[in-house]
């Protein structure tokens, strides 16, 4: 069962076949994505967040301790925006917000949008990843729009990052 969520899970990232990949002779994966990705350990201190932004590449975290946060808009795109804006389709809900906590493991696929940020806890996380992104402007704070959360019980409101990203994205306007 393990084995058959981690098929679906890499099917997923757009990495290839996993019976082909895993297979493979690692001197035949040399110019693919894989020999572009690599490892990172990111400390997050409590109340931090990254801007909003997109990856040309999969990136796959594990949280070691702590937690962190994602708002990820629902609807991504299947190509790099070079315009710097965040796209809004101006459907009624926009994104949605996870929570990622210790043990736990999660990816983003290639070209996602999201911003991560931690709360009273901050984190620390394992990442595969290729080590570039594009940040995008979200002048609108779309993607702290309360109203445009999927979640029923959206975890954004009251927090001191909420607070910090209010003050931050008029700053960007």
């Given at each position: 069962e393990r084995l058959a969520r981690w098929r679906e899970?890499?099917?997923?990232l757009d990495l290839g076949e996993y019976d082909a990949v895993a297979a493979a002779d690692p001197s035949s994966l040399e110019g693919s994505l894989f020999s572009s990705l690599r490892w990172s350990v990111l400390i997050i201190e409590p109340n931090r967040h990254f801007p909003v932004h997109q990856h040309p590449d999969v990136e796959v975290?594990?949280?070691?301790?702590?937690?962190?946060?994602?708002?990820?808009?629902?609807?991504?795109?299947d190509h790099m925006i070079e315009t710097g804006?965040?796209?809004?389709?101006?459907?009624?809900?926009?994104?949605?917000?996870a929570r990622h906590v210790g043990g736990h493991f999660f990816s983003n696929p290639?070209?996602?949008?999201?911003?991560?940020?931690?709360?009273?806890?901050?984190?620390?996380?394992?990442v595969l990843w290729c080590g570039r992104h594009n940040n995008l402007k979200d002048k609108q704070r779309a993607l702290w729009a309360e109203g445009?959360?999927?979640n029923p019980f959206c975890e954004l409101g009251g927090h001191p990052?909420?607070?910090l990203l209010a003050g931050i994205s008029k700053e960007d306007s």
């Open positions: 899970e890499f099917a997923a975290e594990f949280v070691l301790c702590g937690a962190l946060y994602e708002n990820r808009l629902i609807s991504q795109p804006e965040l796209p809004d389709t101006r459907m009624p809900k926009l994104f949605k917000v290639r070209y996602s949008i999201h911003q991560s940020y931690t709360q009273e806890e901050g984190v620390v996380i394992l445009r959360c999927q990052v909420t607070d």
